[in-house]
């Protein structure tokens, strides 16, 4: 390969190319009030415009459709891995049972979306869109609810079990929520607002509230080390996910030889589906791991930084979200639009109602924080409903910022049961059937626990009064 060779620029060309769209949109976003207004991220705004620019023959063939879907792939795990290795410090003052609640509340959130999706797609497939794959409607928590990274994973574990263009499926409704999250959310403020229901703050600290103790601790490598610290947190999140690789592949080729076309076929697009999952794990055990070296005195300084870690996941979540959205192959998605369609708008009209009715019971002394920042997470990324939080609460004054970032933990518990089930309805109808009949109990399950303060009061008032 000669260096003037397109393929030894082809990664540097994506990159420029995505990368040269969020400058562009940021200074778009910044100067054109109304798309401000609209608290669309940078992010999305970039992916849309990359979008449109496929539809121009001259240019689209400088996109590379695959390396965006590879890219989109690579960010979801290595932004995982990020926030993984942070220091999350629960405030003493904090209650930790709201932050248990919280995790509920997301996986609840996921939950209602799957029933609402996969109940609309077995219909639609069995009514007016007979060539619909079955379970596409699961695709919608993957896409609302966890963002364009696991909708593209799960797209194309789909289009493996015979869902064909699932993947553009799967990044359209993520595409779709971004969209969802903001419009819908910018809407409810100002009808809230007109109410007289909440102020929405107009000015914003430059720093937002940071300290020197956020950005450099006094235990931290000094800043002048041999090696640049912005260098260490690259170094520490690629050897986790050089790990997480070499697991994967370890137990993809074990799959395959012991358990033949079961491994070939099902576990191992999982496993490679779940990097994020795997990279998540292998984060906190070297988290753990720096932690106890720090302890034994082995390691003098604690290298990893909470501040330039979280710049690390925003910046791979931005590639992921733009590349993402720069994926999707309007071609293969016209067949599908009105089932797309139908599913979203069903999807996000639940999730609302369902959101609101929760956070209002689970967060009275804060619910419109609490619900803007569900919502906007459940719909987008972490990061949109930190978006929308921030014109209510610029300075995270309530606790909802934090039970958004510390819930990230009983979320993956209480909801890997959702993902494994999320595979396993792809495979067949009674699959499916299977998937629904599980996933409505663990909804209401989970619900009673949430709702266990109204639900046992009112039985206790009961006993008391038949006492009397």
């Not at 079990?161 to 959310?185: H, P, Q, R, V």
Request: proline share 3%; net charge positive.
């Amino acid at each position: 390969m000669n260096f003037w060779d397109y393929d030894a620029w082809t990664i540097v060309l994506q990159l420029g190319i995505i990368l040269t769209a969020i400058i562009i949109c940021n200074i778009i976003r910044r100067k054109i009030k109304f798309i401000r207004n609209s608290l669309l991220p940078t992010s999305v705004l970039a992916g849309l415009l990359i979008f449109i620019i496929n539809f121009i023959p001259a240019v689209n063939n400088y996109i590379n459709r695959d390396l965006m879907e590879m890219l989109t792939y690579h960010c979801l795990g290595l932004g995982f891995i990020a926030l993984a290795l942070k220091t999350n410090q629960i405030k003493k003052d904090h209650n930790k049972l709201v932050i248990v609640d919280t995790g509920l509340i997301t996986v609840n959130g996921y939950l209602i979306q799957g029933i609402v999706g996969l109940t609309l797609s077995l219909v639609l497939s069995f009514t007016i869109f007979p060539s619909l794959f079955h379970a596409a409607g699961l695709l919608l928590p993957m896409g609302f609810g966890q963002g364009t990274g696991q909708a593209l994973n799960f797209g194309k574990i789909y289009e493996g079990l015979g869902f064909e263009n699932g993947a553009t499926f799967g990044l359209s409704i993520a595409a779709i929520g971004f969209l969802i999250a903001c419009i819908i959310g910018v809407i409810y403020l100002n009808v809230l607002k007109r109410k007289g229901k909440l102020k929405v703050q107009e000015e914003r600290i430059a720093n937002n509230g940071l300290s020197t103790d956020d950005i450099y601790a006094e235990d931290e490598a000094p800043l002048n080390e041999a090696v640049d610290k912005l260098t260490i947190q690259f170094a520490v999140v690629f050897l986790v996910y050089l790990i997480t690789y070499f697991v994967i592949f370890g137990l993809s080729y074990l799959s395959e030889r012991f358990l033949g076309n079961f491994g070939t076929n099902t576990l191992k697009p999982l496993f490679w589906g779940f990097n994020f999952l795997f990279g998540s794990l292998f984060a906190f055990i070297i988290k753990k791991i720096l932690v106890a070296l720090k302890n034994k005195k082995i390691m003098k300084h604690t290298y990893v930084n909470n501040y330039m870690l979280n710049r690390l996941s925003g910046f791979f979540f931005d590639i992921m979200i733009v590349a993402g959205i720069a994926a999707i192959d309007w071609n293969n998605l016209s067949g599908l639009l009105w089932p797309l369609l139908i599913i979203c708008a069903f999807g996000a009209f639940a999730t609302f109602v369902y959101v609101r009715f929760i956070c209002h019971k689970v967060y009275p002394e804060y619910e419109h924080e609490a619900f803007f920042s569900m919502f906007g997470m459940l719909t987008g990324t972490a990061s949109t409903g930190m978006i929308l939080l921030r014109e209510i609460d610029p300075n995270f004054e309530t606790p909802a910022a934090q039970n958004l970032v510390l819930q990230q933990v009983p979320a993956i518990a209480f909801g890997f049961p959702v993902i494994l089930l999320v595979s396993f309805a792809g495979k067949d109808l009674t699959s499916s059937l299977i998937t629904l009949a599980i996933i409505v109990p663990m909804f209401v399950g989970y619900n009673v626990f949430l709702l266990r303060k109204y639900i046992f009061k009112k039985k206790e008032k009961k006993i008391d009064i038949n006492n009397k």
